[in-house]
């Protein structure tokens, strides 16, 4: 059985992991995507790339494209529908003045 990813981090990581490996699976055995491969694109180490789909890596924007780049999936794909179930984004201007604490902080 499968465990559901515990964090936002974890379920990226699987995701780039199942795209990675779906491209390892779809190319002749020369051309291969492994992991030593993907790092070497994102001129990173194994390691980073490993962590990264284990969740272990907070990933930037920058990173998050250039991995999508390299993966030919566009970025949104590997982040749509993380928010938790019941959790609305708030629009701008709907709140009372003064009211987001991040903001007024």
Known sequence: MVEEPATPAEA???????R????????KPARRM???DLAKALRRDTSWVSRAERGQVYL??????EIAFQLDVDPATL?????PKGRRRRRR???KKGSDPVINS
Do not use: H, K, P, S
């Open 60 to 65: 930037n924007v920058t990173d998050l494209t």
């Open 12 to 18: 990226v990581g699987a995701r780039i992991r199942a």
């Open 20 to 27: 990675r490996e779906a491209l390892d699976g779809a190319m």
């Open 93 to 95: 201007g709907t709140g």
């Open 34 to 36: 492994r992991q030593a």
């Open 79 to 83: 982040i749509r529908g993380l928010l």
